[in-house]
């Protein structure tokens, strides 16, 4: 049996680290191999051996993919033809890196990557407010006054008569009292009680960021990609579960140190 170990991703957002660990664990799952995920153990002797495993393993299963670009993983796709061989013929795989696509592989096996999470509310909206670290102008922040519009937009068209209390409204700050008032609200800067709490909603409404794709994998609910300019609603039409939206496209898959 093959075995593939995830041993460092190189990635400094939270969000992608966790989709980038479920893709490369969606393509194991696939190729019903055995998985390890050592990514987000933080142990200095770990990460030291990291050299000595690259130096051992490189000539017959080390892969490190640091590009813009996707490195495709079946069942989406044929992996990139330099590494073909080692993918067919290596009884381990280490991988390191980030930046893994594998969209099919996520949705065919994600009953077997995830549990299934009940919903308590029927719509989740995440409103960043304050600007990434690497986007210091505020690129991708939708305002909360437009994220309300959104909503309504939404509930318009959906047809819904959502009550306040069956939205829930997560921030990194505090929003202002006529924003959505009467729902609950959840004010944290964790990505991870971020994406957990809108796990729990029916879909997920928020800018084109990774934390609401992470949020709606989890949920496997859709993830309507909020923007301040029109929203192309009959996009949306008929997607009840999560799929590979083509408006989510932002990758902050900026590098750590090694």
Known sequence: MKTI?????????????????????????????????????????????????????????????????????????????????????ADYLFFTGWNFHNPVGLVRYRSKLLPAVPKTFDIGIYIRQTPHMYFPNGEFLVPPKRMQQIVEDYMLKRGLQTAADSMLIVSDMPLPENIFPGSKKIVTQKVSEAAVNLSACKVVIGANLPLCKLAAYTAD??????????VDWEYYNGKEQYFENKYATLMLGFYEND
């Open 221 to 230: 609910t859709p993830h309507i990609v909020a923007t301040n300019a029109p």
């Open 5 to 89: 170990v995830l041993l460092r991703h190189n990635c400094s957002d939270e969000s992608l680290r966790r989709l980038n660990a479920l893709t490369v664990q969606a393509y194991a799952v696939h190729m019903e191999a055995r998985f390890v995920d050592l990514s987000f153990t933080d142990v200095p002797l770990l990460r030291q051996c990291v050299s000595l495993l690259r130096a051992i393993c490189k000539p017959q299963g080390w892969i490190m993919w640091r590009r813009e670009s996707y490195f495709t993983l079946p069942p989406t796709g044929e992996v990139p033809g330099p590494y073909k061989s080692v993918f067919e013929t």
